[in-house]
């Protein structure tokens, strides 16, 4: 059978339009999930929170007896480092983990006790969109058991320029000036 003008128009619009490399790491990897931030303020995690920005993501929660504290102090040092760029350019996030547990409260309490400062934001999801927001962040281990334990939680920053659709990652613990330079250097 030949292929008729008729049939390339029917399997042009049958085929999927090409998606930008920038909207298939949006689709798989930044949901646009609501939250809450420890302010109380109602926000969507794509929409206002990353795109078109420079951000810097961790997951914690507020009593946690392991390397959340430490790693907030340490990203408090680089909140002070990077100065009045976050909150202007860059932007911070740490997400809570439990859910359940925590509350806008509770963050709140949390930030004012590490003296985080302005563009640095605590946020809170229902369970379930916290667990799809982890995991598309890629926040996981391989082991499933080890994945499902929430106290047992990676102690990563991950950073990136949305519009670039340039993501690093480094450990939240890594020193301070080395986080600052190599988010300097990675997003501008």
């Not at 925590?102 to 309490?109: A, G, I, M, N, T």
Request: charged letters at 25%; a positive charge.
């Amino acid at each position: 059978m030949p292929v008729t003008r008729r049939h390339l128009l029917t399997a042009l619009a049958l085929t999927p339009p090409r998606l930008s490399g920038r909207e298939r790491i949006r689709r798989q990897h930044l949901p646009n999930l609501p939250l809450r931030t420890h302010t109380g303020r109602h926000v969507r995690f794509y929409d206002d929170l990353v795109k078109d920005k420079k951000v810097i993501i961790n997951f914690m929660y507020a009593k946690c007896d392991g390397i959340c504290v430490p790693v907030t102090m340490n990203l408090a040092r680089v909140q002070r480092l990077l100065g009045e760029r976050v909150g202007r350019d860059i932007f911070m996030y740490s997400i809570t983990l439990k859910p359940a547990e925590d509350s806008v409260q509770s963050l709140r309490e949390y930030a004012r006790q590490h003296r985080t400062g302005p563009g640095w934001q605590f946020l809170i999801g229902s369970p379930a969109d916290t667990e799809q927001l982890r995991r598309a962040l890629g926040f996981t281990y391989a082991d499933p058991a080890e994945d499902a334990d929430t106290s047992n939680h990676i102690g990563m920053l991950r950073y990136g320029v949305e519009p670039l659709t340039r993501w690093a990652a480094c450990p939240g613990m890594a020193n301070p000036e080395h986080i600052a330079r190599s988010i300097l250097w990675d997003l501008g």
